[in-house]
């Protein structure tokens, strides 16, 4: 199983062209870093539902709906982490992309991939790519240095 479907398609096979991710929530308490992320997404073309610095906040969000994708941080202010994020996340049907440091791989079953910090903003908007390729079950055209894709293990 994979997380996700694409805006107005029911229960249709992903075709080429069409997008599965157009709205982001950003997870991230750095805030240079959360500010660039946001830059790269909208001039992108992305939309940026939200960008928050933790669990509680991205909670909010994700029970408000229309996010396609919550790209987290792991280590956020507070008592819960960015784990805690994706774990809300997936009882959603959402999918993560996690953006660390030290990838957690004890927790690769709850996002797509991970990219590792630090990353170049262009490496950002092609890790969306490659995770929209995968949750429209294709393969990824570019997978930019950093990213691990946890594939059917995201399941």
Same mark, same amino acid.
Do not use: W
């Given at each position: 199983?994979l997380?996700?479907?694409?805006k107005g398609?029911?229960?249709?096979?992903?075709g080429?062209?069409?997008?599965?991710?157009?709205?982001?929530?950003?997870?991230?308490?750095?805030?240079?870093?959360a500010f660039?992320?946001?830059?790269?997404?909208?001039?992108?073309?992305?939309? #940026?539902a939200?960008?928050?610095?933790? /669990?509680?906040?991205?909670?909010?969000v994700i &029970?408000? +709906?229309? @996010? %396609?994708? *919550?790209?987290?941080?792991?280590?956020?202010?507070?008592?819960?982490?960015?784990?805690?994020v994706?774990?809300?996340?997936r009882?959603?049907?959402?999918?993560v992309l996690?953006v660390?440091?030290?990838?957690?791989?004890?927790?690769?079953?709850?996002? #797509?991939?991970?990219?590792?910090?630090p /990353?170049?903003?262009?490496?950002?908007?092609? &890790?969306? +790519?490659? @995770? %929209?390729a *995968?949750?429209?079950?294709?393969?990824p055209?570019r997978v930019?240095?950093?990213?691990s894709l946890?594939g059917?293990?995201?399941?």
């Amino acid at each position: 199983m994979l997380f996700g479907r694409v805006k107005g398609e029911r229960g249709q096979r992903n075709g080429r062209g069409r997008k599965a991710i157009s709205t982001v929530l950003i997870v991230e308490d750095e805030p240079l870093v959360a500010f660039d992320n946001e830059h790269a997404l909208a001039q992108a073309g992305y939309e #940026v539902a939200a960008t928050v610095e933790d /669990y509680e906040h991205a909670a909010r969000v994700i &029970a408000a +709906g229309g @996010v %396609d994708l *919550v790209v987290s941080d792991v280590r956020l202010p507070g008592e819960k982490s960015g784990i805690d994020v994706a774990t809300l996340a997936r009882e959603a049907g959402l999918p993560v992309l996690f953006v660390t440091g030290a990838c957690p791989m004890e927790a690769r079953h709850l996002a #797509v991939g991970c990219l590792a910090k630090p /990353y170049a903003p262009r490496d950002l908007i092609a &890790a969306i +790519g490659a @995770v %929209d390729a *995968v949750l429209r079950g294709l393969s990824p055209d570019r997978v930019p240095p950093g990213l691990s894709l946890f594939g059917e293990d995201a399941a």
